[in-house]
């Protein structure tokens, strides 16, 4: 943790509860069920979008890219999965903002949670950037083994490689994006698990009043 880091975090944890006027028990109920609501809706959004898009006939706005002839190449993949980190960061940050919020209204202890989730957020988030940012690297690895086995088994099996049954059950491509769709299914819940602690936070106040 840089200095700077440790000094913000030290700050928040120092300072007093805030002497704010608790929201009333039918509040917290309604603030609760909202915003479970749209967290069920913003993670049914990303899941779906990832699950489609990584079918060979999907409806998802990203496109899976597809081979149309011999030429093999990674990098379509590669800015695939990166369109899908951004959109995931589009719809995580407003839902973690908007609970903070719905925290911070709640009752004194629930705004010093929220307080310590921003400065949480920023002293990890250029290092989880940094770290989300290697997978679709990583997943090169991957992309190549399977095609280097490919290629070996047809060289054994004396056969002409055919581009339009790498998508098919068990050829190498079908193999790769469904482990692309792993990790991204993954890192989905990654990126989700902040809200959902937040979330649950406001659901157990609202229960304890």
Known sequence: MHFTDAIALSSVLDSGVAKIA???PA????????????????????LSSIKKSCAAKG???IKLPLPLDAEVSYLPYKQFYEAHQR?????????RV??????????????KLA????VM????????????????VLLKKRFDALYAAHLEQ????????????????????ARFCQSLQTLLLAEADLRLQPSAGLLEALKQQEHDA
Do not use: C, Y
């Open 22 to 24: 608790p929201q009333n």
């Open 27 to 46: 509040q917290r109920a309604a603030a609760a069920a909202l915003h479970a609501t749209e967290f069920e809706r913003i993670q049914a959004f990303m």
């Open 59 to 61: 409806g998802s706005h």
């Open 87 to 95: 959109d995931m960061e589009l719809s995580v940050e407003p839902l």
């Open 98 to 111: 908007n609970l903070r919020a719905a925290l911070a209204k709640a009752s004194p202890e629930l705004r």
């Open 115 to 118: 307080e310590l989730d921003v």
């Open 121 to 136: 957020g920023k002293i990890l988030r250029e290092r989880e950037s940094r770290l989300l940012s290697r997978v679709p």
């Open 154 to 173: 047809l060289t054994a099996q004396g056969q002409d490689d055919n581009p339009a049954a790498w998508m098919q059950a068990g050829g190498w491509l």
